[in-house]
């Protein structure tokens, strides 16, 4: 599900390792910013990423994001779309 994408630097979704850190692929997520905003599972866009200046964490996640947006389900948006073009059609057809 994970991947590289035009729209952001990475998309994928939100992980916690042993550690207590989040992350996203081979991304830290700043854990203030996460634990403010977003949930584990969600699916993100991480938008810029920084080398991580942590020692602890340095070594399993060279780069950090400090900017990640969350993403709707696009699978979802489209069947919704579909089911609103069947429903009028079968609007059209009953009358």
């Given amino acids: 599900m994970s991947k590289e994408t035009k729209e952001g630097i990475y998309k994928g979704i939100i992980e916690k390792d042993e550690n207590g850190n989040y992350f996203c692929g081979p991304y830290l997520l700043d854990y203030k910013l996460t634990v403010a905003k977003f949930k584990l599972g969600?699916?993100?866009?991480?938008?810029?990423?920084i080398n991580n200046r942590s020692d602890i964490s340095l070594t399993q996640y060279p780069k950090k994001s400090m900017k990640f947006t969350l993403?709707?389900?696009?699978v979802?948006?489209?069947?919704?779309?579909?089911?609103?073009?069947e429903n009028k059609e079968e609007d059209t057809i009953q009358e």
């Fill in 42 to 49: 969600d699916t993100v866009l991480i938008n810029t990423v």
């Fill in 71 to 74: 993403i709707v389900d696009e």
């Fill in 76 to 85: 979802i948006e489209e069947d919704n779309e579909e089911n609103k073009v």
